[in-house]
C-alpha cells in the first residue's frame, strides 16, 4: 500500500542509471541482435540514448552484446537432435539469397511417433512480410482430436521441387517409409499429389472434402470441356481414385474419420498474426508460441478425471442422443442386428465392429453399438479400443519441453 507519494524531485538528471547494467541490455535488444547479429555495440549505445535519454557506457554495451549472443546461440542449441535445413540460391549477379528453411524439434517428433495417431494433415499458406513466399505445416492430432504441430518449412514458391523437398523431409524425420500404415491429409494440390504418389506409394492418401465441395461446380464444368477436347486426356484426368475422399473406403488404422484438413487451416490461422513478420522474428514468434500452446495443453489434460480424454466423453454423449431411436435384434454369439430408420447395422461386440464402420474407424462406440451397450446396461468407456485417447497418453504428448 502506498500511504505517500512526493512527486517533487530536487534531484538533477545527470542520464546515468544505476539500474542500466550488461544483462538488463542484453535482455533490452535481444530482438535487434536476433534480427540482426552485425548490431555493434556502438549501435546499441546510441539508441539507448536516443530511446530512454540514458548513457551507457560503451564496456557495458561491448558486454551486453556478448551475452545476448550467448542467449540466441543457446537458443540454437536446444532439442539435440532436431532437423533444421537452410537452402540458399545464387541469382544471377552472383549473390547468394535465401531459399528455403524447414524445421522439426526432436521433441516434437519423438512425441509424435510415440504417442499420436498416425495421421498427418498438410497445407501451405502465404507469407504477409516483405519475403513473401509460403510456410508449409505438417500437423497431427493429440489424443483429444486437437492439432498436433510436427514440422513447418518456408520456402519461396509451392511447386513440385518444394513438395518434394519438404515430404523428403518428413519421409525421413516421421519415419513414413513408403507410408504403409499412415494417413495423409490434403486438398488436391497437382505438385503435392504427384510427389506424394512417388514418394509415399503406399499411404492413405485423403484428400479434404471440403475443398473438392467448394470446386466440384467449376471442376465438372472443366472436366466436360476436357472430354470434348481429348478423350484420351479425359480418361488418365479420371483415373484419380475417387476412394480417397469417402468414409466408405477409409483405412482404421490411423483412427480418425476426417474428411477435411481443417486442423491444418486451424494451424495457419492461428499463427496468422506471426505470418506478418519478417522471417527470422516470425520462426521465432512460431516457435515460442508452440511452446505456449503445448504449456496451455498441458494443463487442461492434467485435470481430467476420467479414463479418456474429453473428445471420448463428448463422442458418446452426441451419439447418445440418437441411440433412443433404435431396435436391437440378439443374434447369438455377442452379434447383434441393430435397426436405425428400417436400415439394419449388424454390430459384432467381440470383433468389435460394426457395419456403419464407425466404431472400427474411430475406435469409439458408435450410435449402434451404445444401444446393444444400453440393453446390457455396461460402461461405454469399456468399449472404447483405442489407446490413442486415454487421458494419460494427453499428458505424456505435452509432457515436453522445446527450450532445453
Known sequence: MVKTCNDVHACTNDGFSRVIKSGVLAQLFLNDIRKDPTFKAKMMQDAIEERYT????????????????????????????STVDVGTMTDDA???????????????????????????????????????????AAVGRDANNQFYLVAWAVLQTENFDAWLWFIKKLKV???????????????????????????????????????????LRRYNRAIDELKKFDEGVYEVVMQRNPRNCSRAFFSCK???????????????NAINKAREMPLVEMLETIR??????????????????????????NTIKKEELLRKYFQVIPCGNGQYEVLENKHGFKVDMNAKTCACRRWNMIGIPCRHVLRVILTKKHNPEDYVNCDWYLASTNVKIYSIDLSS
Open 54 to 81: 540514458i548513457v551507457a557506457t560503451y564496456d557495458q554495451c561491448r558486454t551486453a552484446r556478448a551475452k545476448a549472443l550467448k542467449m540466441i546461440q543457446e537458443e540454437y542449441g536446444s532439442n539435440p537432435g
Open 94 to 136: 552472383g549473390i547468394v539469397k535465401f531459399d528455403r528453411f524447414y524445421v522439426c524439434f526432436e521433441a516434437l517428433r519423438k512425441t509424435w511417433l510415440a504417442y499420436c495417431r498416425p495421421i498427418i494433415g498438410i497445407d501451405g499458406c502465404f507469407l504477409k512480410n516483405g519475403v513473401k513466399g509460403q510456410l508449409l
Open 173 to 215: 524425420d516421421l519415419k513414413l517409409e513408403d507410408g504403409d500404415g499412415f494417413t495423409l491429409i490434403s486438398d488436391r494440390k497437382k505438385g503435392l499429389l504427384n510427389v506424394v504418389d512417388q514418394e509415399l506409394p503406399k499411404v492413405e492418401h485423403r484428400m479434404c472434402a471440403r475443398h473438392i465441395y467448394g470446386n
Open 254 to 268: 490411423s483412427s480418425c474419420e476426417d474428411v477435411s484438413n481443417n486442423f491444418s487451416e486451424s494451424y495457419n
Open 288 to 313: 515460442r508460441q508452440t511452446m505456449m500452446h503445448i504449456d496451455v495443453r498441458l494443463k487442461k489434460p492434467m485435470k481430467r478425471q476420467g479414463k479418456y480424454t474429453l473428445k471420448v466423453a
